[in-house]
């Protein structure tokens, strides 16, 4: 090891202090994690990509502080899951509070079809959820970082597409389940935290304002058109910024009327029959996903909170706008 001269001493252990500030400002500031994470989260970017440049490092970096900085905190408890019902000719932009002195004979089910009308009780742990959806920015860094192209690169030139289909703020258009499960997965990586798809359970429970009666998943309950949930469509466009409209009491954003969000259970018509209390997670196998939410556009009655979809894997084999999703941290502890 080299001397360093006593004299020189206090010039060296300036510039070094001053290396070390430089290097600690560079790092992102976090609402939730400390510096200490942060830098840790920024040497595990390091390490698992020390081939790629500096600056997609940096933004690899922000994106994973950002997600984390992102997640809601929703507090465990128990809630009745299914369709609970909800009376005939009601007015969707003037929902009351369920079930409102109503004539239990004049109730009728939310939604279409018979594999959610089996009322059963779910006691979950608490656990975090993305207020936001993944967007097209931060899937393309995934990419990125996986070495993999761009989907539609070509597609992605033409300016009357650019701000329809492929603006970055948009939710990520997927083309099949394992990709939103291996995005998460990779912010796991990552951050060291237990990120995963959020459970079908989780996800209701979320949208419903932690299980109450709750018929469509905005601030209010009912929809008010232009502020809590998109005007009605004519497909005017596909999907819309994930920081759109107002969130629900919670703080999550469109958990209705811009795009499907994949989670992690398989698809069983039958399975609410037979769930248990704690934490379901799904049959154990299955050939189909499910998806909870609605896309742009759609009915708005597909847009009520316990309406169940499912879906091939992949769906197709191209990227579809309104196929999307957002992460959770599988954790009964906040950040």
């Known amino acids: 090891m080299p001397v360093i001269n006593n004299t020189l001493l206090p010039l060296f252990t300036s510039l070094m202090l001053m290396g070390c500030q430089a290097q600690t400002s560079a790092l992102p500031k976090s609402q939730k994690l400390s510096a200490d994470k942060v830098a840790e989260i920024a040497a595990t970017i390091e390490r698992t990509y020390p081939k790629l440049s500096t600056e997609i490092r940096g933004q690899l970096l922000n994106t994973v502080v950002k997600s984390l900085d992102n997640m809601v905190f929703v507090e465990g408890g128990e809630f009745q899951m299914g369709d609970f019902g909800w009376p005939h000719n009601f007015d969707i932009t003037n929902m009351c509070d369920w079930p409102c002195g109503m004539d239990p004979e004049r109730m009728g089910p939310l939604s279409m079809g018979t594999d959610n009308k089996f009322v059963h009780p779910v006691k979950l742990s608490s656990y975090s959820l993305s207020k936001y959806q993944t967007t097209l920015g931060d899937f393309d860094l995934f990419l990125i970082a996986q070495g993999l192209p761009l989907f539609d690169f070509e597609n992605r030139k033409r300016e009357d597409l650019k701000e329809l289909i492929y603006a970055p703020n948009l939710p990520a258009p997927l083309q099949s389940w394992q990709e939103a499960k291996d995005y998460c997965g990779w912010l796991g990586m990552l ?28 601030d209010n309950g009912s929809l008010d058109y232009g502020r809590n949930f998109p005007v009605s469509g004519k497909w005017k466009r596909l999907t819309f910024p994930v920081d759109s409209l107002v969130p629900n009491p919670l703080g ?44 742009y556009g759609e009915d708005p009655l597909f847009s009520a909170s316990t309406v169940r979809r499912w879906g091939e894997d992949p769906v197709k084999k191209r990227h579809i706008p309104g196929f999307s999703f957002r992460c959770a941290i599988q954790s009964d502890q906040p950040l």
């Open 191 to 218: 951050s060291g935290y237990p990120v995963d798809l959020p459970t079908e359970a989780q996800w209701e429970y979320a949208a419903r304002n932690r299980g109450q009666y709750v018929m469509f998943a905005t």
């Open 252 to 295: 999550i954003y469109n958990l209705a009327g811009n795009a499907t969000d994949w989670v992690n259970d398989w698809y069983d018509k039958d399975y609410y029959r037979v769930s248990p209390l704690l934490n379901p997670t799904g049959p154990e196998k299955g050939t189909l996903k499910v998806l909870r939410g609605s896309g």
